[in-house]
Each structure stands twice: as C-alpha cells, then as structure tokens.
C-alpha cells in the first residue's frame, strides 16, 4: 500500500483527456489525489494556443469552455474534501505572447505554469522527432532552450517555469550548464517559481526535473518549487513525491502551491 503523503500537499501539474495524450476523467484524478491524502490539486491541461501551433497536442480553444466547467464540477463534488484548482499548462513560444495573454484573461485561473516544448519548428520532448538530436550540438542547443526559458521569465505572463531541463527527456543532458544557471538567475530576479516536475523519473532520463544540482542552485538562490507530477493518468497522481519533497528539503528548498495567482507558502 502506498504510504500517505503529508496532508497539506498539492499536486500542481495535471493533465485531463482534452489535451489529446491523457486519460482518465478529472474526478478521477481529485480521487486518487484524495486516496494519497494530498490537500488538493491544480488541473494544469495544455492551453489552447493559435491552430498552427502544436495542435494535436492541445485543447482547441473551443474546447476552453468545457475544460473550465468541468474542473468546476470536480471543486463541487470534493468540496470539503479536497482543495480542486483550476490552472493552465500555458506554452512560451516568441511571437504568441498575445494570443496566451488573451487566453489567461479570459477565466479566473490558480495557477499558471510557463513551459517551453519547441525550439523553433522542433518540439524537442516529441519521441517522434528524438533523431533530430543527432543533428544538434548539445551545448547550443541548450543555450537556445534556456534563452527561450528566460524569455518565459521575462513575459510576467506565468507563475512557474514548467519542468526546466525538459531536454534531458532522453538522456540528451547538459555537460556544460552555464546556460541553466544563468535562467536560473533570470528566473530568481523575475520572482518566479519551478515546477518541480517528477515525470522526470518515468522518462528515458529517469531523473525528475530539475536535475538535483539544479534544484540545489535553485533553492540557493530562493526559487521556491512547486510539486507536479505531469500527470496523464489518474495512477500518476502525487508520483514519488516522497522523493520530490527529501530532494528539496535535503537542500533548503521550499515548496509552495498557488490560489488566484497568489503563491501560497508552507504548501
């Protein structure tokens, strides 16, 4: 049986059948959340972003609607239970600032987790475009990433950067890291949080994101984690967040949730 977790934890980072790669409905996941003795969750399903951008991947922005009315019904159905949120895992990609701008001042959200899932044309996390990193210098393609990282923390359009060494998803890692610690300082000086993302640990990698020397520069310079388990299914739920929470302790950090765009602390 799967020990209990600490009872005023969320998990931050979930996904629901609207994105087109997730399965399993929302009260199923506030269930699981329930059963593991998490304090809440935040729904964080991919935004819709303009119909050329990564469509197969996203709700449309038809689809908004729905998304906010069913996490709506959840938070009825497990009131004083579970704490449910309502969140966005919303993309920084140059060029789409204003449509994601639109998109998060259209409802009330929790919480909003920055991410970046393309360089260029490449979406570097797809398995189906893994060859392309053969053709790639590692250490230029990194400080491309963490340009992009950086220009999330710049936008004061999110709350968190999601899942920050994302391309390691492979095994591709960073033997240079200059360029991560650099975002780092970016991403301290805008005030915003990290994704601590265990998804890590189900991927080729099998590292959670961040790596731990980056989490240790993270708490280093006061950049608070946020717990996610990037959930795709109701069984990912609170996914070895034993692990996430001694990762962060062992060096200072702290963990937060979010409500109303507000951080929250001790959460």
């Known amino acids: 049986m799967t020990p209990l977790l600490p009872p005023h934890l969320f ?3 979930l996904h629901t059948p609207l994105c087109g790669h997730a399965t399993g409905h929302p009260r199923e996941y506030a269930q699981a959340a329930l059963d593991l003795g998490l304090a809440g969750l935040c729904f964080t399903d991919h935004m819709p972003m303009p119909a050329w951008y990564d469509a197969p991947w996203r709700m449309k922005r038809k689809q908004l609607g729905e998304y906010v009315r069913t996490v709506q019904e959840v938070q009825r159905e497990f009131e004083g239970r579970l704490s449910v949120r309502l969140g966005l895992e919303a993309d920084f990609h140059p060029g789409t600032e204003a449509y994601v701008r639109e998109v998060l001042e259209a409802h009330p959200w929790d919480y909003v987790i920055g991410s970046v899932h393309y360089i260029g044309a490449w979406g570097f996390d797809n398995p189906e475009f893994v060859d392309e990193y053969e053709r790639r210098d590692l250490t230029d393609l990194y400080r491309e990433y963490y340009a992009l990282v950086e ?80 959930a795709h299914t109701p069984g990912e739920v609170g996914w070895r967040f034993h692990d996430a929470l001694k990762e962060i302790h062992d060096v200072g950090g702290a963990v937060v949730a979010y409500a109303g765009r507000e951080r929250l602390s001790g959460n």
């Open 11 to 13: 998990d931050s980072h």
């Open 151 to 230: 220009g999330a923390a710049h936008s004061n359009l999110f709350d968190a950067i999601g899942h920050l060494d994302l391309p390691k998803k492979f095994g591709h890692t960073d033997q240079d890291g200059m360029a991560a610690l650099h975002a780092l300082d970016v991403i301290a000086a805008q005030g915003v949080s990290l994704d601590f993302n265990t998804a890590g640990w189900r991927k080729p990698v099998a590292e959670a994101y961040p790596a731990p020397d980056l989490v240790r520069a993270a708490a280093t310079r006061g950049i608070p984690f946020v717990l996610g388990s990037d």
